[in-house]
């Protein structure tokens, strides 16, 4: 079992609409829990991190954690084609480096 | 804030050769810094961690003789990829994770293309 899964995609997704990512996680001592977007032929990009259950909102962007179900989402409102990335979870216990899933590919059409 | 750079972005050498890429975190201190390896449409894939003034700590599989990390100060992380092959041909992205914090920021990363 991976530490980190994410589903690959790729998930597509209408120009406005929101797009739904998900992630689950295996060390339940996990204790901090981010998100990063990749672009094609470029390094990870920190967008959101969330440390305790329940949901944290940045613009358009919503972190959601449940801790008892080992789930981390995250929500993209109002999806722009220049979202169009790969968006990477990473979990860690802070004892150890970030654990990263393998990224679900997103595609907003316009 | 929170900004790290890497040197050189790209590079070409040949088979044999030694090369080595720099890690520096601009406007704060890192404590640790990771050093990540990724393949066409792969993920990240962690080389090493390495704490300043301390030797790197190597993931398995990861040869320590080859691929040198330096970690002299708490804005530097050199890796040094010794002897490299064309299977070295690869992106290498550097991380660094401020003393307080667990959150961890990429450098731009370096495409190396060993012919």
């Known amino acids: 079992q991976k530490e980190v899964e994410q589903n690959s995609g790729p998930l597509s997704v209408p120009e406005g609409a929101i797009a739904s990512l998900n992630c689950t996680y295996s060390?339940?001592?996990?204790?901090?829990f981010f998100w990063y977007r990749q672009y094609s032929g470029k390094s990870p990009e920190l967008i959101m991190s969330?440390?305790?259950?329940g949901d944290k909102e940045d613009g358009r962007f919503t972190a959601q954690l449940n801790k008892a179900s080992q789930y981390v989402s995250l929500l993209i409102r109002d999806s722009q084609p220049s979202d169009s990335a790969t968006y990477l979870c990473?979990?860690?216990?802070?004892?150890?480096?970030?654990?990263f899933g393998s990224g679900t590919r997103l595609q907003v059409q316009p | 804030g929170a900004v790290v750079s890497q040197h050189p972005s790209w590079v070409i050498c040949k088979s044999g050769t030694s090369v080595k890429i720099e890690c520096r975190s601009l406007?704060?201190?890192?404590?640790?810094m990771f050093w990540y390896r990724q393949f066409p449409k792969q993920s990240l894939m962690l080389m090493a961690t390495?704490?300043?003034?301390?030797?790197?700590?190597?993931e398995q599989g990861v040869e320590k003789d080859k691929f040198l990390i330096n970690h002299a100060s708490l804005t530097l992380s050199t890796l040094t990829v010794t002897s490299a092959h064309p299977e070295d041909s690869s992106f290498y992205i550097c991380?660094?994770?401020?003393?307080?914090?667990?959150?961890?920021?990429f450098g731009p990363g370096t495409r190396l293309t060993v012919l």
């Open positions: 969330i440390y305790s259950n």
């Open positions: 060390d339940r001592g996990s204790q901090s």
């Open positions: 991380s660094a994770k401020p003393g307080t914090l667990n959150e961890q920021f």
């Open positions: 390495s704490n300043e003034g301390s030797k790197a700590t190597y």
């Open positions: 406007d704060f201190q890192a404590t640790t």
């Open positions: 990473a979990v860690t216990t802070g004892r150890r480096a970030l654990t």
